[in-house]
């Protein structure tokens, strides 16, 4: 029922900012820790950040001090902001539950390149 769709990726150059959304078509309920993830051609896909309904969050070490997860749940939307990007964060990033998660998305192309 619920489906999520990522958007907000591009090409920016290093030390560079996108912030990305997750927009439900629905209410998102059930399991309400969300995750932003990100995977790299021929890596796995690694969880990035998560964030409760209460609004704590937990980051990668990779992007810790550097990306700020958040949700809106008036706007039933979830955000990554991406700042001082560097090219190892180049990736498809997806949204989805941390747990129970539902099926994946297409993701949004985070390209870090001078």
């Known amino acids: 029922q619920v489906q999520l769709a990522e958007s907000g990726g591009g090409l920016v150059q290093p030390g560079g900012s996108l912030r990305l959304s997750c927009a439900a078509s629905?209410?998102?309920?059930?399991?309400?820790?969300m995750a932003w993830y990100r995977q790299a051609p021929g890596k796995q896909r690694d969880v990035v950040a998560f964030?409760?309904?209460?609004?704590?969050?937990n980051y990668a070490d990779s992007v810790k001090g550097r990306f700020t997860i958040s949700r809106d749940n008036a706007k039933n939307t979830v955000y990554l902001q991406m700042n001082s990007l560097k090219p190892e964060d180049t990736a498809v990033y997806y949204c989805?539950?941390?747990?129970?998660?539902?099926?994946w998305g297409q993701g949004t192309q985070v390209t870090v390149s001078s």
């Open positions: 629905g209410r998102i309920f059930g399991f309400n820790v």
């Open positions: 964030i409760t309904s209460g609004g704590s969050t």
């Open positions: 989805n539950f941390l747990y129970g998660e539902i099926s």
